[in-house]
């Protein structure tokens, strides 16, 4: 497929439209199949894929290891744009511990992941959520001193607010801010996406799919396995859920006319909100993968854009994006 690829921030790296979150390969969406998700990977690169996205938090590393050990084929490494995350701290049971931001903790962190995925170099490292006990000038002053050190590459920012954005910007350039954006979580459009454009920081959106609930696969709780971490979503719960899914039976109505799946409506949207955006729609599943990619294939006339802001305008998503707990500990 030729597409024109996006920019990471103001570097020469040129990223295919739409990444892959690798997340559910090791963690939180039900039974994985590790040999399955390293062929899913190769058959991404072949797609033209090179944007990968994990987190030393997914799996307690095992994520990490899978994407290494994936992207370990002769030739591939050089191909490719790896993102990892750190911040987040859980047990060995995976058990929140909290978050880390300090100095030290950075530099160990930054280690382990290189470790973990048997590379000499992370190409983007991102706070995965800000540490309110650590002012983010020093976070993203330890962050720099891994560029320095020719570890890590570019520096992004995850779920932070403007000011904070802002402030980190000060200390060091900041490629990318990952944030939560789809169509039912649309609060990045108010000041977080035009403050990027104004930066030229790249903006990752994770969960363009809304957890998969748009896709229009999930017709009952009873889709998702026992053990699930979407069955605590919000957006998942009660009265929630048929609310959503009759906004998302309205967004599979207008796929139809437009001859694509609901998944494609959906990211060919989050594509065609700035020139700046490069999502990374996360799969276990080739069907969906290639389902995921041809959503490029997919163009929206300003009729179009009218249209589905009618059928899911800002705040028109039943229930909040994550349990109580986790939406405390966001930086707003």
Same mark, same amino acid.
């Given at each position: 497929?030729?597409?024109?690829?996006?920019?990471?921030?103001?570097?020469?790296?040129?990223?295919?439209?739409?990444?892959?979150? /690798?997340?559910?390969?090791?963690?939180?969406?039900?039974?994985?199949?590790?040999?399955?998700? $390293?062929?899913?990977?190769?058959?991404?690169?072949?797609?033209?894929?090179?944007?990968?996205? +994990?987190?030393?938090?997914?799996?307690?590393? *095992?994520?990490? %290891?899978?994407?290494?050990?994936?992207?370990?084929?002769?030739?591939?490494?050089?191909?490719?744009?790896?993102?990892?995350?750190?911040?987040?701290?859980?047990?060995?049971?995976?058990?929140?511990?909290?978050?880390?931001?300090?100095?030290?903790?950075?530099?160990?962190? /930054?280690?382990?992941?290189?470790? *973990?995925?048997?590379?000499?170099? $992370?190409?983007?490292?991102?706070?995965?959520?800000? #540490?309110?006990?650590?002012? $983010?000038?020093?976070?993203?002053?330890? @962050?720099?001193?891994?560029?320095?050190?020719?570890?890590?590459?570019? =520096?992004?920012?995850?779920?932070?607010?403007?000011?904070?954005?802002?402030?980190? /910007?000060?200390?060091?350039? $900041?490629?990318?801010?990952?944030?939560?954006?789809? =169509?039912?979580?649309?609060?990045?459009?108010?000041? =977080?996406?035009?403050?990027?454009?104004?930066?030229?920081? +790249?903006?990752?959106?994770? %969960?363009?799919?809304?957890?998969?609930?748009?896709?229009?696969?999930?017709?009952?709780?009873?889709?998702?396995?026992?053990?699930?971490?979407?069955?605590?979503?919000?957006?998942?719960?009660?009265?929630?859920?048929?609310?959503?899914?009759?906004?998302?039976?309205?967004?599979?109505? @207008?796929?139809?006319? &437009?001859? /694509?799946?609901?998944?494609?409506?959906?990211?060919?949207?989050?594509?065609?909100?700035?020139?700046?955006?490069?999502?990374?729609?996360? +799969?276990?599943?080739?069907?969906?993968?290639?389902?995921?990619?041809?959503?490029?294939?997919?163009?929206?006339? #300003?009729?179009?854009?009218?249209?589905?802001?009618?059928?899911?305008? @800002?705040?028109?998503?039943?229930?909040?994006?994550?349990?109580?707990?986790? @939406? &405390?500990?966001?930086?707003?």
């Amino acid at each position: 497929m030729q597409v024109a690829p996006r920019k990471l921030g103001d570097s020469s790296i040129q990223l295919f439209p739409i990444g892959l979150g /690798c997340m559910g390969m090791s963690d939180f969406y039900g039974p994985a199949d590790d040999h399955k998700s $390293i062929q899913l990977i190769h058959d991404a690169i072949g797609m033209g894929v090179n944007f990968f996205d +994990t987190a030393d938090v997914y799996g307690m590393g *095992r994520n990490e %290891s899978l994407v290494g050990t994936a992207l370990h084929a002769p030739g591939t490494r050089e191909k490719v744009i790896i993102a990892t995350k750190f911040a987040n701290v859980r047990d060995a049971q995976g058990k929140f511990l909290g978050v880390n931001g300090k100095p030290e903790y950075v530099k160990e962190a /930054c280690d382990k992941s290189l470790q *973990r995925m048997g590379i000499d170099y $992370i190409d983007l490292y991102y706070q995965h959520r800000v #540490d309110p006990g650590t002012p $983010i000038e020093e976070t993203v002053g330890a @962050m720099a001193e891994l560029v320095k050190a020719g570890k890590v590459k570019h =520096l992004g920012l995850s779920e932070a607010a403007p000011q904070t954005i802002r402030r980190a /910007c000060k200390v060091h350039r $900041i490629a990318a801010l990952q944030t939560e954006y789809s =169509l039912w979580s649309r609060e990045p459009e108010t000041e =977080l996406i035009p403050l990027c454009e104004e930066l030229n920081i +790249t903006f990752v959106p994770y %969960s363009p799919l809304g957890r998969g609930f748009l896709t229009g696969r999930f017709k009952s709780i009873n889709d998702l396995a026992a053990d699930d971490w979407r069955r605590n979503n919000p957006r998942f719960q009660g009265e929630n859920f048929q609310k959503n899914l009759d906004l998302v039976r309205r967004i599979e109505e @207008m796929a139809k006319q &437009k001859n /694509c799946t609901a998944a494609q409506l959906a990211l060919a949207w989050v594509l065609a909100k700035s020139p700046n955006i490069v999502p990374i729609p996360g +799969t276990r599943h080739l069907d969906r993968l290639k389902d995921n990619v041809g959503a490029l294939n997919v163009k929206l006339t #300003d009729d179009d854009m009218k249209k589905i802001d009618e059928i899911l305008p @800002m705040h028109a998503a039943a229930g909040e994006r994550y349990p109580e707990a986790a @939406m &405390k500990a966001l930086n707003r």
